[in-house]
Every structure is written in structure tokens, then in C-alpha cells.
């Protein structure tokens, strides 16, 4: 069973609001994910980290942000929320070359 | 043209078929993964495999590095195998994920 939770599972919110999305893992993993994925469309790599005080910008721009304070924690922000936010955001961790666990998701929706 | 394609993209089989779904490649990896998405969001792991074969249970994955591709068979396919399977390759010293599309399953009755 995996061992990595996102919160919240859902979230509705307003245009301009700042939000955080969590995302902590219990492996003592050090690579984590974030990944964006739109209705019926593939997953997209947006954040990772190698681990602590890491952390790079993915193949898809994303206006969010990350941190990576801690090893089990890895929270990505959203300064000002537009509609086109609105998406799934999936956070994974792995260690090198080894499976990659899935947190449950977040699903976004910005009104 | 995506790095990682798979195929089909939508497939209705009926209860107790048996199942493929192709996954082909155009980068080099180091592994390769086969997710399971149900319609909650939620992503499983069912392989990861950088050669040969692997089984769980109905499930069975293979690999042919050299032809960049691979495949998910499912035996005795059931309703509760519905769900959209997604290949995905581990690629560079990050372990990075690239997917594919995905395969939308359904298995009727």
C-alpha cells in the first residue's frame, strides 16, 4: 500500500485566491513528482525534486510553485488561481530507477 | 509525434476475453511502467519492468528494449478491470515519468 497522501481531494475556490496543495510521503523517498492532468488527457510533468532544497520546473510551464523543506513534504502553490488552473494535480515519489507511488490527486476546479 | 504511444485508445471487451495493450516507445529508458487510473483519479502501479516478462495474478507485462515496445495482457478479463491503463517510461537520472495517453478499458458483461 502506498504510503503518500495529497490533500485536499477536492477543492473549489475563486479566481485570484492563493492556494497550497499538500502532498507528503512516508518512504523516505527522495525524488517527488508533481503532474497535471486534464480531463481525458495524459499526465504531464510540471515539478520534481531530487530532495531537499531541490527542486526544477518540469516538461509542462506551469505558473505554480514547489518546496521541498523536508523530505517527506513536497507543497506546490498557486500564487493567484485563474480558471485555466482548473485540472487535476497528481503528486508521486520514487527512488532511482525503482516504482513510482501515486498519491489519490487533487481535482481542481478555479470559478 | 508523442515519445510514448499507445494503442488502442479505446477498448470494449466482453467479461472473460483476453486483453492487450500495446505501448510503444522512442527514447531511451531505463524502465518502464504500467498504471492503472480508475475513474476516482487515483494511480496504481501494476509493473515495472526494464526486460522480459512480469505476472501478477490475470496481469502480464512484457518488454523488448531493442524494439522499444511493450505490452499489458489481462486473462479473464472482468468488469472491475475497467479503468484506463497508461504506459509510462522512466527516462533520464531524475526517473522521470513520460506517458502515454492511455487505454480507456471497459469490460461488459
Known amino acids: 500500500e502506498a504510503d503518500i497522501y495529497q490533500t485536499p481531494r477536492y477543492l473549489v475556490i475563486g479566481t485570484g485566491k492563493k492556494i497550497t496543495l499538500e502532498c507528503s510521503q512516508t518512504?523516505?523517498?527522495?525524488?517527488m513528482y508533481w503532474y497535471q492532468q486534464d480531463p481525458g488527457m495524459e499526465l504531464h510533468l510540471i515539478h520534481y525534486s531530487y530532495g531537499v532544497n531541490s527542486t526544477e520546473k518540469g516538461d509542462l510551464s506551469s505558473e505554480s510553485t514547489v518546496s521541498r523543506i523536508r523530505t517527506e513534504h513536497f507543497p506546490l502553490t498557486l500564487e493567484s488561481a485563474r480558471p485555466s488552473h482548473t485540472s487535476q494535480y497528481l503528486c508521486?515519489?520514487?527512488?532511482?530507477?525503482?516504482?513510482?507511488?501515486f498519491g489519490q490527486g487533487t481535482r481542481l476546479t478555479v470559478v | 509525434k508523442n515519445e510514448v504511444e499507445q494503442s488502442p485508445q479505446n477498448l470494449t471487451a466482453q467479461e472473460g476475453e483476453f486483453i492487450t495493450i500495446n505501448c510503444s516507445y522512442s527514447v531511451g529508458i531505463s524502465a518502464l511502467h504500467w498504471l492503472q487510473q480508475h475513474p476516482g483519479g487515483g494511480i496504481v502501479s501494476l509493473f515495472m519492468l526494464s526486460s522480459g516478462k512480469k505476472k501478477h495474478g490475470r496481469l502480464i507485462a512484457t518488454i523488448n528494449i531493442q524494439e522499444k515496445h511493450s505490452s499489458l495482457h489481462i486473462t479473464a478479463s472482468h468488469p472491475r478491470d475497467s479503468a484506463v491503463y497508461i504506459c509510462a517510461v522512466i527516462t533520464g537520472t531524475a526517473s522521470k515519468l513520460t506517458f502515454g495517453t492511455g487505454t480507456r478499458l471497459q469490460v461488459t458483461l
Open positions: 508521486a515519489s520514487s527512488e532511482f530507477n525503482t516504482e513510482a507511488f
Open positions: 518512504m523516505g523517498h527522495d525524488k
